[in-house]
């Protein structure tokens, strides 16, 4: 299989040649961002690196949205919202609900989490697993919520 890196890079070719500029801006986005990185470390991204670039610029653009929104500027949050849509296609599959539940059931039990105190713990558990395949702000509200009760 190949590297998400060699994906993004033939869908870039495949939205220049469609004409696609709205999609290809935000490939273009998508490797200056790894490319950034890479530049930065000195190292050459793998698939599990590139996966928490593009778990990070998830998380900056649901902010932006919320912000968007509480600001009354629904045509910004349309295009960020935009532009998730591309991103999450280069991420594996996201997890259901009960797959999320299910994990942190285990994490749960295999670190004798007792109280809220653990939650590190279980974050620490279940990071790795979950990177870009699931929201890990809903993921910690559901660890919270669990031990909290």
């Known amino acids: 299989m190949p590297k998400i890196t060699e994906t993004i890079k033939s869908e870039m070719k495949s939205a220049m040649k469609a004409g696609d500029k709205k999609r290809l801006g935000v490939i273009r986005l998508i490797l200056a961002a790894i490319k950034q990185r890479e530049v930065d470390e000195r190292i050459e991204l793998d698939d ?12 900056q653009r649901r902010e932006s949205i919320r912000q968007y929104r509480d600001a009354g500027r629904d045509d ?19 997890l259901t ?31 790795p697993k979950m990177q870009g395949r699931a929201d890990m702000s809903l993921v910690s509200a559901k660890i919270k919520q669990k031990l909290a009760g």
Not at 48 to 59: A, F, G, N, R
Not at 104 to 123: F, L, N, P, Q, Y
């Open 48 to 59: 599990e690196q590139v996966i928490i670039v593009l778990d990070k610029m998830l998380k």
């Open 76 to 94: 910004l949050a349309e295009v960020e919202e935009a532009e998730i849509v591309v991103i999450k296609e280069f991420l594996p599959e996201s």
């Open 97 to 127: 609900d009960a797959e999320i539940d299910s994990m942190i059931e285990s994490a749960v039990s295999d670190t004798d989490a007792a109280s809220i105190r653990d939650m590190g713990k279980v974050m620490a558990v279940l990071k």
